[in-house]
């Protein structure tokens, strides 16, 4: 079994990811529960950690206390490089649009309490909502897609084609949030479709960002973390998610098609022939 599991570590992974988190959305589902911003009850956020639980599971099973305590490393790794941290500082700041779309558009000003009404969570306040929005969001999810999943795929795969892999895995684990979670229930099929763009290209950026960080978990929590800053609070309403999302995208495209520019120049040698690339 060992070895199997081996063999298939993020296939494992992802099906126990998937378990660990419909474990707690699916019973939602049947009792016709529907999460709302500002409302801790129901809530979703236990089934965000299925991700963290999964990989620390097939860790300990395939490399035991190594792999966990360098799995640990990763998670805690903050000493990354400052353009990194302000990476995650101007994403954050992306949320202040939600003050600056009603000047222009003539609507009410958000207050300060606004910011802090998170999808799943209760009235805990700015800084609680961070604490918790960056432990289950953030680590929740990251620990398992980026430290896991696209730690193993990047060993033989390029960027490109990890974050594609990773990102249908990522899309697919969403699915019940489409029955349960007010946000995702409202989207539409244009929203659906606009959404699933946005996801693959988080997942290019996600995996840029983990790669150039010295495979950070820490870092990719938080980005992750700042980007839902843009989302998934009632002060940003309609509009600053989808300038953020357009951002996302954009750097996105940029990454792949410098990747794709890498993986010409690695296939040739400096003879102009070709070599096998790895992976």
């Known amino acids: 079994m060992r070895s199997w599991v081996r063999d298939h570590a993020v296939l494992t992974y992802a099906l126990l990811a998937y378990g660990s988190s419909w474990a707690w959305w699916v019973p939602m589902l049947v009792r016709g529960d529907v999460v ?10 236990p089934g965000l950690l299925g991700p963290a639980v999964a990989a620390v599971v097939v860790t300990v099973v395939i490399e035991g206390r190594p792999g966990v305590a360098e799995l640990g490393a990763r998670v805690v790794r903050w000493r990354v490089g400052w353009s990194w941290w302000l990476l995650v500082a101007g994403t954050a700041a992306l949320a202040l649009l939600g003050l600056v779309v009603p000047l222009l558009t ?92 946005g996801l693959a290209a988080g997942s290019v950026v996600l995996t840029w ?42 750097v996105a495209v940029a990454v792949v098609r410098r990747d794709r520019g890498r993986t010409r120049r690695s296939d040739r040698t400096p003879h102009g022939g070709r070599t096998s690339r790895r992976g």
């Not at 870092?219 to 999302?245: C, M, R, Y």
């Open 36 to 45: 709302r911003r500002g409302d801790g009850w129901p809530t979703h956020l």
């Open 106 to 197: 003539g609507d009410d000003i958000p207050g300060l309490q606004a910011f802090s009404r998170y999808s799943g969570m209760g009235e805990l306040g700015l800084a609680g909502m961070l604490v918790v929005a960056f432990v289950v969001n953030g680590l929740g999810e990251e620990t398992g897609w980026r430290g896991f999943a696209v730690e193993r795929l990047l060993a033989r795969r390029g960027l490109t084609a990890t974050a594609v892999v990773v990102g249908a895995l990522w899309a697919g684990w969403h699915l019940p949030l489409f029955w349960i979670n007010d946000s995702f229930r409202s989207f539409g099929a244009l929203g659906i479709l606009g959404w699933t763009i």
């Open 209 to 250: 960002i983990y790669r150039g960080a010295g495979h950070s978990v820490l870092l990719a929590a938080a980005w992750h973390t700042a980007f839902n800053l843009t989302s998934a609070t009632e002060a940003t309403g309609d509009v600053v998610p989808a300038i953020s999302s357009t951002l996302v995208i954009v």
